[in-house]
């Protein structure tokens, strides 16, 4: 009965974090209005750093579909604090495990029959846990099979947990209502499409046709008949998790291979599609010996829209940020300042725009790019960091930047810390270069 | 089909083609007898009617699970659950009769008298598994208020049974979810938990 002993982390004891929160932030004004009654010309900025860094803290400790959401949100503003990206892997919603009872009567319901007898062999015991499921083993006519079974009621506690997370997201990002449901409804719209299994399906074999093509990248082959709208089956694929491929020490041949795999199926997504696979996490993959991957899980998948890539593609290429006229032409197009700025805030965005695409596009900029470098790394870090406890951001009150930037942005952060991880060495032109 | 099946499946046709009871047991018997349907003394009112409706279809329930051969190799807990989803799913098959009666009770459903002829049904068989789940320690042994536990199962199952006759979710599945997690949360108080070995600890103390 292992399962059933992880019992997650219930919504009211993360309401009670953000109440805490609450707490602290209103703690920070009264202290703040005491001292300016002793000091009546103290400014702000105090009251607002603090503020900045109480929030912060709450949202590192959350874990969850908050965390994804507020870290989402604050990726898109080039911030990547570091006590986030530890905490990346576990960064999605996590419903618990099913029970063996409940397995059977989900599998009954939708394949219609009981799955003793509807698979050849069926192992009640779960073999992964999925973020709102779980996979089991089984076979059928020959195949062997990973069999999805979807939690029950996924669909519901995803759009309560945002209803949760909004108030401190305006908080923090100080928003409007309507430039906040811009992301929102960006945020949830693809939370909502990952619990829906047909869709998945659907994408699945259409993006893993359209990849067939790319080296060193496979999928699984998926069964629409044996499926159904919480059950997706398919192939059984052998390989390591990046852990467990990464403890074996493979070459530094082998590593630049699964690299370049891992950024060709990204790039050429991303860049030939217009569609991607958004959720560059490292448990859907698969990493042979031979470092040839295999992609598992197209449950998050943006679709690009034309004009947006158009932005996003500028933005990519080195020559945008040594033209004012051409990078201040994108920042407006991309949302990032508006014609109605003061001289000032224009500034100030521009060079934290500035800043960010320097520090996070050095990879495009050349022919090869080594993403084991740590000082890179820890300068993101850093710049991250230094972003969030910026109170000037906070003080900003416009929505600033694409909500289709957020997928983006965060499947480019998830490909560069596997590649990190692997340590490989890639060649990063080839599909900016292109096309 | 022999006659007080033959009478409960007229009754269940009866209730769901109109959406309302009969206005009595004698306007009930009076169709009875336009369908050739004779009473032969099987029954003296609706409500009897009703609640042998309901119990078919938790010993159907029963039936089913004995003849499951993944049920004999579960733990008390999982066997508790696999019964709650095997009788979801027979109820489903008369879930519009349901319905219809529901609207007809003024005090909710299942805390009325539908379920009343499952109960000691249900308490045997629960009985059952707890002595079994006993035997290998699946479930406390607290001496007291162990002949409390049927009873705790009992107010569970009324619980579930109503949170499933007003689910609205696709596929019933918010009630899946309750299941499982209402299930979840009452065997985690019968096993042995923080309570007993509280309890074991302020034994020991006073003891001396």
């Known amino acids: 009965m292992k399962e059933q002993k992880k019992i997650p982390s219930s919504k009211v004891k993360r309401a009670s974090k953000f109440v805490q929160t609450?707490?602290?932030?209103?703690?920070?004004?009264?202290?703040h209005y005491s001292k300016k009654v002793i000091q009546p010309d103290l400014d702000r900025s105090e009251l607002d750093e603090r503020n900045a860094g109480d929030i912060y803290d709450t949202l590192s400790e959350l874990k969850g579909s908050a965390l994804k959401v507020a870290q989402m949100l604050s990726m898109d503003q080039g911030i990547l604090?570091?006590?986030?990206?530890?905490?990346?892997s576990q960064a999605q919603y996590q419903a618990p495990a099913l029970s063996g009872p409940l397995v059977m009567k989900t599998l009954r319901q939708y394949l219609g029959e009981s799955p003793s007898t509807f698979f050849d062999a069926f192992d009640i015991k779960a073999a992964n846990a999925a973020s709102i499921g779980q996979v089991h083993r089984g076979r059928k006519d020959g195949h062997e099979l990973a069999i999805k079974i979807q939690y029950p009621g996924v669909a519901e506690s995803v759009v309560s947990d945002l209803k949760l997370v909004r108030p401190i997201a305006r908080r923090m990002l100080n928003l409007q209502d309507a430039d906040l449901d811009m992301y929102f409804d960006e945020v949830k719209e693809r939370l909502l499409e990952e619990a829906d299994y047909e869709l998945e399906l659907q994408r699945s074999i259409e993006l893993s046709e359209k990849c067939a093509e790319l080296r060193d990248v496979s999928f699984p082959r998926y069964f629409p008949e044996w499926s159904g709208r919480r059950v997706i089956s398919m192939e059984w694929k052998d390989g390591k998790h990046l852990d467990g491929f990464l403890a074996k020490n493979p070459s530094q041949q082998v590593r630049n291979r699964a690299g370049q795999a891992l950024w060709d199926f990204y790039n050429f997504q991303i860049h030939q599609l217009q569609m991607t696979h958004a959720d560059a996490h490292p448990g859907n993959f698969l990493f042979q010996e031979n470092g040839q991957i295999c992609v598992l899980d197209f449950g998050c998948v943006k679709v690009i829209p034309q004009d947006f890539y158009a932005v996003y593609r500028a933005m990519l290429q080195p020559e945008t940020l040594t033209d004012p006229v051409y990078f201040e032409e994108q920042a407006l197009k991309s949302g990032i300042i508006y014609p109605d700025d003061s001289a000032e805030e224009k500034q100030y965005f521009l060079d934290i725009m500035r800043d960010s695409l320097a520090m996070v596009c050095k990879p495009f900029y050349h022919e090869k790019f080594d993403f084991s470098d740590e000082d890179y790394f820890g300068e993101i870090y850093a710049y991250g960091e230094k972003m969030m406890r910026d109170p000037n951001l906070?003080?900003?009150?416009?929505?600033?930047?694409?909500?289709?930037?957020?997928?983006?942005?965060r499947t480019y952060f998830g490909l560069f810390m596997i590649l990190h991880k692997l340590g490989a060495t890639v060649d990063t032109r080839k599909y900016l270069s292109e096309k | 089909m022999d006659t007080p099946s033959q009478?409960?499946?007229?009754?269940?046709?009866?209730?769901?083609d109109r959406c309302k009871k009969p206005e009595s047991f004698e306007a009930f018997s009076a169709y009875l007898k336009s369908q050739d349907i004779e009473l032969k003394g099987s029954y003296h009112s609706l409500t009897r009617i009703e609640r042998d409706i309901v119990l078919g279809t938790f010993t159907e329930s029963l039936h089913r699970l004995e003849n499951a051969e993944e049920y004999l190799e579960y733990s008390t807990r999982e066997k508790v659950l696999a019964c709650y989803y095997t009788w979801l799913e027979e109820l489903g098959e008369i879930r519009t009769f349901l319905k219809v009666l529901s609207q007809h009770s003024m005090i909710s459903l299942t805390t009325e008298r539908f379920l009343k002829s499952v109960e000691p049904v249900f308490k045997a068989y629960i009985e059952d598994l707890l002595n079994e789940g006993s035997d290998t320690g699946e479930i406390a042994d607290r001496k007291i208020i162990e002949s409390r536990y049927p009873a705790v199962l009992w107010y569970n199952t009324r619980f579930i049974i109503q949170y499933w006759l007003h689910d609205d979710s696709q596929d019933y599945e918010r009630s899946d979810a309750a299941v499982e997690k209402a299930v979840n949360f009452v065997f985690d108080l019968l096993a042995p938990n923080l309570l007993d070995s509280g309890f074991d600890f302020f034994r020991f103390l006073i003891s001396k």
């Open chain 1, 22 to 31: 609450g707490f602290k932030v209103g703690g920070n004004y009264i202290r």
């Open chain 1, 81 to 88: 604090p570091k006590a986030y990206s530890d905490k990346f």
């Open chain 2, 7 to 16: 009478i409960q499946l007229a009754y269940r046709a009866y209730v769901e």
């Open chain 1, 394 to 409: 906070r003080k900003m009150d416009k929505a600033r930047g694409s909500q289709h930037a957020i997928y983006l942005n």
